[in-house]
């Protein structure tokens, strides 16, 4: 692996080739990787064997993007992926759609390139249904911000338009902080359009700083979440605030006489423009990882105070009554509760992700990884901000499952996934679900790359290694033949007592 | 051991059934001092009194379950509120006993004889339906009851989406 890997993603292994079956538990997956030299890699998750490989031709790899259409689960419906990039001689965008399981260029364009046309400004993923033959339609916005569907069909067209009155796109410009809102409800069957809604400069236009967006992060259009509160000592519940429009967007820059960074964190709300809530760091340095999952938000900085990397949680709740129990809707969210605490945490981060399974029911785990090439894996309770300033855990909150407060976080032998195998320079840390609730797939890459799976409820839907099969049949032989002697021994007895 | 003599007897011809003997063939004399015709005269002056022990009777039936609450009342008590195996069995037995009395009311109510029957049959309600008032009272006190909006979480249903919204960094 020479190259940069850029950019991965999964996809659910098919079963015509012998070599590649699906397995029960949905371990048994491909890793997508494409590098930065533009070379296209399926690597197996059990064995860690390269499955094919491609050289993409005549792209420019600076901002590729990689889209599952379709997975293969829609059988016999062929999965179908597409990488999104731009074109090395032109600077147009151009999509290369493939077979994620063979590898194969899909029937679009020459040997599977399209050639767009137009430059791309941003492109999104849409929700797939049984129209659109279970393809996720790909929504890309040219530099005027005129809307584009791939694959162009009749049918994916018709799903953008039924669904344009309630669909929204947002392009953030990096360095200039500059956030447009687009609504695409003037699209009409035969014309697709788009009009801005709502912009917002988050950055001071001050010459004397220079401030960008660090990090924006939204929540994984496939998480679940299985509780909708979390539920009190006195067995009353708080409802979370559960935004699926929100961003986490993350700015941050230098205070020039003073050589002092700072750092802002806004939650935006896509759809509206609205800024839910922001919050501010003074005096703290880069790295800045941001995690966002469910009702809750981790970020991590380094204090230049006080010379430490810290670890903050801020967590939305609606209240204690839900305005809207059915729907959610950006237009009349209601203003969320926000609790917030911070820890200190004794390493140097260099990536952070969190964990989540199929059906949102285990526990939650934020993956750390560490400049020493180690993987901690954190227990969300750890970073839960309503733990309590108390001296000793009262009966209430043990009831509540929290802990007192502890502003350092420990880094235990036993969290750390990856043993003794180091990765070195970490990158970035992917997680993906498996169809075992219990267990989630991470694959981390830096100068090395790393595949293991986590388990942070416990392989509570597995039965264990030294489960006692023998054991157990024993018994049951065992019993089954105690009640059939006893059945003949009672039959013995009430003869003899008979002959009395 | 009567049956099993009685199958005993259809099964072997040589076996003797002593048990199934017709008595009105027996024609032996009285036993001395004994008197047929003194132990109906008996009976007769006893059926007097008859009437008002019934009802007394009746009574202690129909009264039966109200004494029990004193008791039931010390039993919780002493029990506690923690759920473990032997309150849980204690609640319920509280439960069970009055739900299968009120079940099988019917024959309770053929020993319920007399000219007060309606009143004895509405205290005995009453009584079951206050040993099982007390059981959910008990249930209540432990926590047993799906009164909080807690116990009702894991039914909500994730709210729907109306607005679907993606993008992120400029691409150009």
Redo the contacts between chains.
Sequence with gaps: MAGQINFVRRDAVGSNNRALERDRFGLHKLILIVTRPGKLFAMDTLSGRIVWQRLLKNVNTD?L?LYVQRTSIHYPLEPQCTI?AKSSTSKQGILFVFHPITGEPGNFGSEGYVNLGF?????????QNEETEYIKPL?LLD?SAIPHVFPPTESALSHVVK?SD?????????KSCVLRGYSLAKSTADHLSSAPVWQLQLCSSNDVVEEE?VS?V?RHPEE??F???R??AD???LYKY?N??MVVVATAGTNHPHHRGYFNLYLID??SGAVVFSTSHRRVQSPYHVVYAENWIVYSYYNEKYRRTELSSLELFEGQT?S????????SAPQPLVDRQAYIYPAHITAMKDTFSEQGMTAKHILLGLSNGWIQEMPRVFLDPRRPVVAAATPEMREEGIMPYLPELPIPAEAIVNYNQTVFNIKKIHVTPSSLESTAMVFAYGLDIFFTHVTPSRTFDVLNDDFEYGFIALVLTGLTLASFITKRLASKKSLR??WK | MAMANRNTAKKFKWSIDLSNRNKSTCDLASPPGYLPSIATTVAESAKENDSSLLIKRSWDVALQPLKQVPMNLFMMYMVGSSISIFPIMMVGMMFVRPIRALFSMNQTFKMLEGTQAIGQILVYILGQLVALGLALYKCQSMGLLPTHSSDWLAFIDPQQRIEYSGGGQILL
Excluded: C, H, Y
């Excluded at chain 1, 809207?324 to 237009?331: D, E, L, M, V, W």
């Design positions: 901002k993007r999104l430059n791309v400004q941003q492109a999104l993923l849409l929700p929504l530099e669904m309630n669909l929204f796109v947002f392009v953030a410009d990096t967006i924006m939204s679940k979440v509780s909708q509160g539920v009190l067995r009353s519940v559960l699926p429009n896509v759809v839900q809207n129990s059915t729907a959610f809707s950006s237009f007592q008979a």
